[in-house]
C-alpha cells in the first residue's frame, strides 16, 4: 500500500478555503487518491477522488501534483460542520481501504 | 434511501463473552467491508466481502474473529472469548462493487470489553 503523510492538525477560519495537503510519493500508477473525513462519532464520509486530472464536486476540488506525488483538497469556504478528521488514501478502487492517521481540521469561528 | 445500519450502537461485554454485531448495507450493494477504530487512530481493515464470499480476510487478526454474509446482503462479524484489547468502534461499509466505487459507512457499533 502506498504511504501517506498529512499534517496531523490544522485550523482554518470559518468562510476560508481550508487546504489540506497530503504526500503520495510511493501511488501507483493506476491507483487512484481518495479522500474521505470523518466527523467527531459518526462514521468516514466519501468527499472525492481522483487519478490524475483536477476534480472538483459539490463538496471540495481536488488538485493532485503532475508527477502524482502529491495532492490538496480544497474546501472553498469552510463551516464549522466542517471540522473533522481528513484522510487521503491511495487506491484502485473496489478494494479495502487504508486509513493512516489524518488531518484533523478545525474551523475557527 | 437508507444508508449503511449497524445494530447495536453500543455493546458492552464481559472479557471472555461471545458477540455479535450486525450490519446491513445499502440495498444492492454487493461488496461489504468490516473496519476496527480504536481510540485516537484511523479505520483499520478486517475483512470485505464480495458477494456471500470473503474476497479478503487478511485483516482479521486471529481466529476469535469471524465473519458471514450468507445472503450477500446481511453481514455478522462474530467475536469469541472477548478481551479488553478488541474494546473499539467496528465499522461497516457497502459499495457497489464496481471499480472507482466510493464506499458508504455506517455509524459503527462501539464495542466495551469490561
Known amino acids: 500500500d502506498a504511504k501517506t503523510t498529512q499534517p496531523p492538525s490544522m485550523d482554518c477560519a470559518e468562510g476560508r478555503a481550508a487546504n489540506l495537503p497530503c504526500n503520495h510519493s510511493?501511488?501507483?500508477?493506476?491507483?487512484?487518491v481518495y479522500w474521505y473525513r470523518q466527523i467527531h462519532s459518526q462514521g468516514p464520509q466519501y468527499i472525492i477522488h481522483?487519478?490524475?486530472n483536477n476534480e472538483t464536486n459539490e463538496m471540495a476540488s481536488l488538485i493532485i501534483t503532475e508527477d502524482r506525488k502529491s495532492s490538496t483538497l480544497i474546501l472553498p469556504h469552510a463551516t464549522l460542520r466542517d471540522t473533522a478528521v481528513y484522510y487521503c488514501i491511495p487506491s484502485f478502487g473496489n478494494e479495502k481501504l487504508t486509513f493512516g492517521t489524518g488531518t484533523r481540521l478545525t474551523i475557527i469561528p | 434511501g437508507a444508508g449503511v445500519s449497524q445494530t447495536p450502537s453500543n455493546k458492552v461485554t464481559e472479557k471472555g463473552k461471545y458477540v455479535e454485531l450486525r450490519c446491513d448495507p445499502i440495498?444492492?450493494?454487493?461488496?461489504l467491508y468490516w473496519y476496527r477504530q480504536s481510540l485516537g487512530q484511523g479505520p483499520e481493515f478486517l475483512i470485505y466481502?464480495?458477494?456471500?464470499?470473503?474476497?479478503?480476510d487478511s485483516g482479521l487478526p486471529n481466529d476469535r474473529f469471524f465473519a458471514v454474509r450468507p445472503e450477500g446482503s446481511v453481514s455478522t462479524l462474530k467475536i469469541q472469548r472477548t478481551e479488553r484489547g478488541d474494546s473499539a468502534v467496528y465499522l461497516c461499509?457497502?459499495?457497489?462493487?464496481?471499480?472507482?466505487?466510493?464506499?458508504?459507512f455506517g455509524p459503527g457499533t462501539r464495542l466495551t470489553v469490561l
Open positions: 466481502f464480495q458477494g456471500t464470499g470473503a474476497a479478503d
Open positions: 481522483g487519478l490524475k
Open positions: 461499509a457497502s459499495s457497489s462493487g464496481v471499480v472507482q466505487d466510493t464506499q458508504y
Open positions: 510511493t501511488i501507483s500508477g493506476n491507483e487512484y
Open positions: 440495498s444492492g450493494h454487493t461488496a
